[in-house]
T-cell receptor
């Protein structure tokens, strides 16, 4: 079956760096997305990786290793507003998005 | 601003009473999606439309139906809501069905079943 694994919850301190990992087993691969979802709100797009390597976008970076079925989202200079759930999603060979359950990130002052 | 709009934001219905959720988009995207998301769970795809082509996920219950009368609008009908159907319902759009096109989400409708 198809599976996306990410930690349920993580805690970090304001101003610090945090890395949220995602591993996947899917039928084919057409890219990996990271979305941010604040409580009670809709997911918003953060990043897309389809080739191996690191994509940097401001304070957020996303890394992909297709051979390992692994990605991470790196958040730098954490702010209180970064408290949210971070969802990893993989597009499979049928161009369907397979979603992880999300990692709830708690930022402490 | 181009966007995805969902109405209502909060919907309360009674057990077994049909309910319709609506979604509209001003992005002129070809694909529209309906997801169900329960607390601390991944969004679960119920349906998607590529233009007028309807795609029903294999495990979507018959209790759920969808209509897309035109490019801009899409509706989710729940014929006989049960307590287990209480969830956030998310509408999303993308320009094309595959590749790097991100999905744009509406704010969601939170459904409560009494």
């Amino acid at each position: 079956g198809q599976n996306i694994d990410q930690p349920t919850e993580m805690t970090a301190t304001e101003g610090a760096i945090v890395q949220i990992n995602c591993t996947y087993q899917t039928s084919g691969f057409n890219g990996l997305f990271w979305y941010q979802q604040h409580a009670g709100e809709a997911p918003t797009f953060l990043s897309y990786n389809v080739l191996d390597g690191l994509e940097e976008k401001g304070r957020f970076s996303s890394f992909l290793s297709r051979s390992k079925g692994y990605s991470y989202l790196l958040l730098k200079e954490l702010q209180m507003k970064d408290s949210a759930s971070y969802l990893c999603a993989v597009m499979d060979s049928n161009y369907q998005l397979i979603w992880g359950a999300g990692t709830k990130l708690i930022i402490k002052p | 601003d181009a966007m995805v709009i969902q109405n209502p934001r909060y919907q309360v219905t009674q057990f077994g009473k049909p309910v319709t959720l609506s979604c509209s988009q001003t992005l002129n995207h070809n694909v529209m999606y309906w997801y169900q998301q329960k607390s601390s769970q991944a969004p679960k795809l119920l349906f998607h439309y590529y233009d007028k082509d309807f795609n029903n996920e294999a495990d979507t219950p018959d209790n759920f139906q969808s209509r897309r009368p035109n490019t801009s609008f899409c509706f989710l009908d729940i014929r006989s809501p049960g307590l287990g159907d209480a969830a956030m319902y998310l509408c999303a759009t993308s320009k094309n069905p595959g590749g790097a096109d991100e999905q744009f989400f509406g704010p969601g409708t939170r459904l409560t079943v009494l």
